[in-house]
């Protein structure tokens, strides 16, 4: 296993890096492609969320590896090489699949165990087996990850350490005010109708808005989720009513809300300062309400500029706000328990990959020892042409079961030692003291992959 993560995040990068940083989806698909073309990865795929890009791969060569990760994130990024370095962060092995643990566990998150990683991370695996980039150890790690981030909900009160970044948000927006009693009654403005926009539409209508509009590129989106927010059994309380909005119409729709969430996957601002001062220009004369804006899209969708606007009857907080607001929020005491998972998790994923590692050598001594008995037997067969199909068989499966003895213990035992810290050179050992050819481990390795992914793509089909 020679995994290695090249990466930035909010723990690293500012804000502003990590917005010029963004990468839309097919971007992602390219570079996950340029990525596995390149010499030292031969497996790729890129974990994007709107604080954090992290490609991880195969790699043959640390340094080369890390050197041509690096030079690939600037490339499709669009920030320089020397600009993006001070910034990136780099994890190898046991450290990288550590590092990934802790990200799905929520550990790594702006807002400690928000679970919203965990969708992200299953979209990151979806997109390498989509085109074919994650083989048999990135679809065993995001796997694993994706179990080890449930485990940790399930068995810990993590989610109890921090919010999701939407409720996080609004907290922020509320001013120590109760989310519930802040948005009770007030009409509400979402803008897009992706992942976190569903849950900031459903946060809100669970916590009392009186309307919640959603505006979305595609209009089709929002109507279904406008439909799902007011099905009966839905987040919304009583008298709760949800529409659906063309992006046209957000100017008309700004003007009379109360909050406003924006995320969308958009390179551009989608509420300019101009816009914002617009509304507020526009909005009823009994409105003394002050119009609150939560940016949680990166690149950003609101003009960082409407922050002047705050003394005119508007509040913004954006990423930026929330990444420091988080560096002091207060860590569960359950933290510790997640850490201790994720600890765990990593040995036991070490052993299970080294263990693995070895299993070609053994299949390839394995067959070399059945060849080995058939060239025999053939050759007894011509030595004793006598011999009856009864005698024959029992010479042959005696044969067989002395060298399957022979074979047992040392091969039990090799995978046994193989799974322990260093495991890696009993299997160059097994393959020097059999003088097994190269080319048969191989061989046995390549069509493991293959059928890796085979059984990969039916399961996804």
């Not at 995001?142 to 996080?168: N, P, W, Y």
Request: charged share 20%.
């Amino acid at each position: 296993m020679s995994l290695l993560v090249v990466g930035l995040s909010h723990r690293s990068a500012p804000v502003s890096v990590l917005e010029r940083a963004a990468l839309t989806r097919e971007t992602q698909a390219r570079l996950v492609h340029d990525t596995l073309t390149a010499e030292p990865a031969t497996e790729a795929a890129v974990l994007a969320t709107c604080n954090r890009i992290e490609l991880y791969a195969d790699v043959d060569k640390f340094h080369a590896g890390v050197a041509e990760l690096s030079t690939l994130l600037a490339r499709h990024s669009g920030v320089s090489l020397e600009e993006l370095t001070p910034y990136l962060y780099v994890h190898y092995e046991d450290r990288a699949v550590h590092h990934l643990f802790s990200v799905a566990c929520g550990l790594d998150s702006m807002v400690v165990g928000e679970g919203q990683i965990l969708g992200q991370i299953k979209d990151a695996l979806a997109l390498g087996q989509e085109l074919h980039t994650a083989g048999r150890l990135l679809n065993d790690l995001f796997q694993q990850a994706l179990r080890v981030g449930k485990r940790a909900h399930s068995e810990t009160g993590i989610d109890k350490a921090g919010q999701s970044l939407v409720t996080f948000g609004l907290e922020r927006l509320a001013s120590g005010v109760p989310v519930a009693d802040w948005v009770a009654g007030k009409r509400a403005l979402v803008i897009g109708a992706g992942s976190m926009s569903s849950l900031a539409a459903a946060t809100l209508a669970r916590a009392g808005a009186a309307h919640v509009a959603i505006a979305n590129r595609t209009l089709e989106r929002a109507r279904r989720l406008a439909q799902i927010l007011t099905e009966p059994g839905g987040p919304g309380t009583a008298g709760f009513t949800a529409s659906a909005v063309e992006m046209t119409a957000v100017a008309e729709e700004l003007a009379l809300a109360d909050i406003v969430v924006s995320c969308t996957g958009a390179t551009g601002l989608v509420l300019t300062v101009e816009a914002v001062r617009d509304a507020l220009a526009a909005r009823p004369a009994a409105a003394d309400v002050t119009l609150a804006l939560l940016d949680l899209a990166m690149p950003r969708d609101i003009d960082a500029a409407v922050h002047r606007l705050e003394g005119q009857g508007t509040r913004l907080v954006d990423i930026e706000t929330l990444a420091e607001a988080s560096a002091d929020a207060p860590m569960a005491a359950d933290v510790d328990q997640v850490r201790s998972i994720v600890s765990d998790e990593v040995a036991a994923f070490g052993a299970a990959q080294r263990a693995a590692h070895i299993t070609p050598t053994v299949v390839a001594l394995r067959t070399m020892a059945a060849d080995v008995v058939a060239g025999e037997i053939a050759r007894l067969n011509g030595r004793l042409p006598d011999l009856d199909d009864k005698q024959r068989a029992e010479i042959t499966q005696t044969v067989r079961r002395v060298v399957d003895k022979l074979l047992h213990a040392p091969t039990v035992r090799v995978k046994e030692l193989a799974s322990t810290p260093g495991g890696a050179g009993y299997a160059d050992a097994l393959r020097e003291l059999f003088d097994l050819d190269p080319q048969a481990v191989a061989a046995v390795s390549r069509a493991d992959t293959r059928a890796d992914r085979h059984n990969t793509a039916r399961e996804s089909a």
